[in-house]
């Protein structure tokens, strides 16, 4: 089974150009073009402006926050493959995690800042012990996919 969340990190890379341009084109309609008359609701163009790029900066920053990752999984062929990066405004680095199907011997899912935040831990075996790699932040992910990603490992975790 392959999958990823491209057209979930898309849409939000969409939502947020989106909102660059609407708050751009308030800036300029406001301050270059002088369309806007104020006092608007009883607020100034200041409070206005303070408040539109407050709320702009929240939402750029979301994903970040949130820990938002592309993530490819793939369990086709000998190898459990899971590729991700970060999703926010800067990407972060490339990274790919390959576990050999009778190498890998578990995850570990943890949840935090109330379900939010989702991140999976994978385990590889070893002749020395057991390889612990870095969380993979799985916060953008839908429920459904998720559970099929869940379940995929679940088919070759090691029952002792």
């Known amino acids: 089974m392959t999958f990823d969340n491209s057209k979930t990190i898309i849409s939000i890379r969409i939502k947020l150009f989106a909102a660059t341009v609407a708050l751009l084109t308030y800036i300029v309609l406001t301050y270059i073009a002088r369309m806007i008359h104020y006092p608007l609701l009883g607020m100034s163009d200041t409070t206005w402006t303070l408040l539109l790029v407050g709320l702009y900066l929240i939402y750029a920053f979301l994903p970040m926050i949130l820990n938002y990752q592309y993530i490819y999984f793939s369990d086709d062929g000998e190898n459990i493959v899971l590729r991700y990066f970060t999703a926010g405004i800067a990407g972060g680095r490339k990274n790919s995690i390959e576990i050999n199907k009778t190498a890998f011997s578990g995850y570990k899912a943890e949840s935090r800042f109330f379900g939010m ?3 999976l831990t994978l ?4 002749q020395e012990g057991t390889a612990k790699y870095p969380p993979v932040y799985i916060s953008a992910l839908s429920k459904e996919e998720r559970s099929k990603l869940f379940r995929a490992l679940n088919r070759y975790t090691v029952r002792e």
Not at 123 to 126: A, H, R, T, V
């Open 117 to 119: 935040i989702q991140s």
């Open 123 to 126: 385990f590889q075996k070893f």
